[in-house]
């Protein structure tokens, strides 16, 4: 219906060691076809040993719909210098023959696992990625029940999907069907459970799960004011602004509460925090400024 499956390559077929002489054939000519991610490292670089088998576990995992090429720095300094490299491990993503995405430092499996997967996208696969994007539509326009049924067909069609679980997930929370949507979750397949879009599926589920037992807004607001080191008041009302469609002002009281309190209630805030980082979508401001204060906070 929506495609077909294809045998996955071995895994010296994606994963190459890359250099100046064969940079634009392994690089910028293969991402023509294929999404190309570069990992530029170096021996000597802590950072790199844990990075770069993370990620190759990530793209191995992909089955081909991306390839990584490794960049010695220390051996290619004139690609290094031309992309001007400035710290490592350096990761950039080309597609089309141009770098569309990148990162630098090491990232937990859970970010590298999205990175990849958002990368996937940008070369489609057979239909199935124009399908998605269609019930992706259909739910941001507000039609979630032809949605779900759209994401539940290309999810028979592909059981190994993650994006159409996930879908499937959040189209049934948009209906209200709760109790499917964590049916679908308690039912995944572990692989795909730990997914990006499945996990952005279970944050929405769980922030769902804590919604309907939201506290009365104005008096948790009225006792945050009148005590503002009662810490399980903040963040229950944390919980209960998120609850009401307020999901800036959720970020901000727990940013708050984690600078007065870091490992309050053992880091709950924290934890908070990355549940509605995770509900968003990567690129939503919300996400990514409360991500960048976040991290100033911890490695102050």
């Known amino acids: ?17 890359v250099s100046e002489a064969n940079f634009m054939a392994e690089v910028v000519e293969k991402s023509m076809t294929v999404p190309v991610i570069v ?4 021996p000597w670089c802590g950072p790199c040993r844990q990075l770069g088998p993370a990620l190759e576990a990530a793209v191995t995992a992909a089955k081909g719909k991306v390839v990584m090429a490794k960049v ?3 051996e290619n ?3 290094s210098s031309q992309l001007r490299i400035q710290s490592i491990p350096t990761v950039y993503a080309f597609w089309q023959g141009q770098p569309v995405d990148g990162f630098q430092g090491a990232l937990p499996a859970s970010e590298l696992q999205k990175f990849v997967e958002k990368l996937s996208a940008m070369a489609g696969d057979g239909g199935l990625a124009d399908a ?3 019930a992706e539509e259909m739910l941001g326009e507000g039609a979630a029940e032809d949605a779900a049924e759209t994401f539940a067909a290309i999810f028979e069609e592909d059981p190994k999907s993650a994006e159409a679980l996930g ?3 959040r189209a049934k929370l948009a209906l209200g069907k709760v109790d499917e949507a964590q049916a679908l979750v308690d039912g995944a397949d572990p692989a795909l459970a730990s997914s990006g879009p499945v996990e952005a599926a279970k944050a929405q589920l769980q922030l769902a799960l804590q919604a309907a037992d939201a506290g009365p807004l104005g008096e948790l607001e009225a006792a945050v004011y009148a005590n503002p080191d009662d810490h ?5 009302y944390a ?9 800036e002002e959720a970020v901000e009281q727990l940013l708050d509460l984690f600078r007065r309190d870091r490992e309050w209630n053992d880091g709950a805030a924290k934890a908070q925090l990355f549940t509605i980082f995770d509900a968003l979508k990567p690129n939503d401001p919300i996400a990514q400024k409360g991500r960048r204060r976040l991290s100033s906070m911890i490695f102050a």
């Open 1 to 17: 219906m929506f495609g077909t499956d294809q045998p996955a390559p071995a895994a010296t077929d994606l994963i190459k060691d």
């Open 39 to 42: 990992d530029f490292w170096a």
């Open 72 to 74: 010695n720095v220390d």
């Open 77 to 79: 300094q004139g690609i």
């Open 132 to 134: 998605i994007a269609a």
């Open 167 to 169: 879908g499937l997930i």
């Open 232 to 236: 399980q008041a903040r963040f229950d």
């Open 239 to 247: 919980q209960a602004l998120h609850a009401a469609g307020n999901v």
